[in-house]
T-cell receptor, first 121, second 113 residues
Framework: GAVVSQHPSWVICKSGTSVKIECRSL??????MFWYRQFPKQSLMLMAT?????????EQGVEKDKFLINHASLTLSTLTVTSAHPEDSSFYIC?????????????????FGPGTRLTVL | AQSVTQLGSHVSVSEGALVLLRCNYS??????LFWYVQYPNQGLQLLLK??????LVKGINGFEAEFKKSETSFHLTKPSAHMSDAAEYFC???????????FGGGTRVLVKP
């Protein structure tokens, strides 16, 4: 249990276009989802935290107008990179956490998606 | 604020040898601690976690870690390395009642035949 998927797994786009990345919890209700970016050979940096039905909380330095996050349902969150530029090229990883204290999707653990590699030309 | 330091960005071990990955944390409140593994172009997979129960935590794939409060450490070990252990390993900390995971810089493990 506790599977998180991301789509697409990779995407190449032209500079100036927008790209949407989906994150889905397949077998549990994700009350909270997290979005990270990871540059090559570096660690994960939290971009934002989203709770279902409310606005995302962005980390300092992350442009909320550039990285639009929507968490409209308990199983889906989306990250839209607007007007993408080459410096936005990165590996984007989502994770999800459920409301329970144990079992699949429990509050005590984040379950990670497989990541989406974005390349902006 | 909380932070995680992983000593050594790269570790090279021989197949069958001990794997030791170091993690030290700082946290103003009792922490939850995690070790994750990441294979190339993939997301993170949880190896094990400490959530204030037993200080010696056993995880998947033969890994274990010991929480030492006095040393603020949570080092990861595996008695005998396997070729399939070659990957990137991340230590992470979270406040017990908190929301965010803070990751260390990662340690890349190379296993030599």
């Amino acid at each position: 249990g506790a599977v998180v998927s991301q789509h697409p797994s990779w995407v190449i786009c032209k500079s100036g276009t927008s790209v949407k990345i989906e994150c889905r919890s397949l077998d549990f209700q994700a009350t909270t989802m997290f979005w990270y970016r990871q540059f090559p050979k570096q660690s994960l940096m939290l971009m934002a935290t989203s709770n279902e039905g409310s606005k995302a909380t962005y980390e300092q330095g992350v442009e909320k107008d550039k990285f639009l996050i929507n968490h409209a349902s308990l199983t889906l969150s989306t990250l839209t990179v607007t007007s993408a530029h080459p410096e936005d090229s990165s590996f984007y990883i989502c994770s999800a956490r459920g409301p329970g204290s144990s079992g699949p999707g429990s509050y005590n653990e984040q379950f990670f998606g497989p990541g989406t590699r974005l390349t902006v030309l | 604020a909380q932070s995680v330091t992983q000593l050594g960005s790269h570790v090279s071990v021989s197949e069958g040898a001990l794997v030791l990955l170091r993690c030290n944390y700082s946290s103003s409140v009792p922490p939850y601690l995690f070790w994750y593994v990441q294979y190339p172009n993939q997301g993170l997979q949880l190896l094990l976690k400490y959530t204030s129960a037993a200080t010696l935590v056993k995880g998947i794939n033969g890994f274990e870690a010991e929480f030492k409060k006095s040393e603020t450490s949570f080092h990861l070990t595996k008695p005998s390395a396997h070729m399939s252990d070659a990957a990137e390993y991340f230590c992470a900390v979270r406040k017990a009642a908190g929301n965010k995971l803070t990751f260390g810089g990662g340690t890349r493990v190379l296993v030599k035949p």
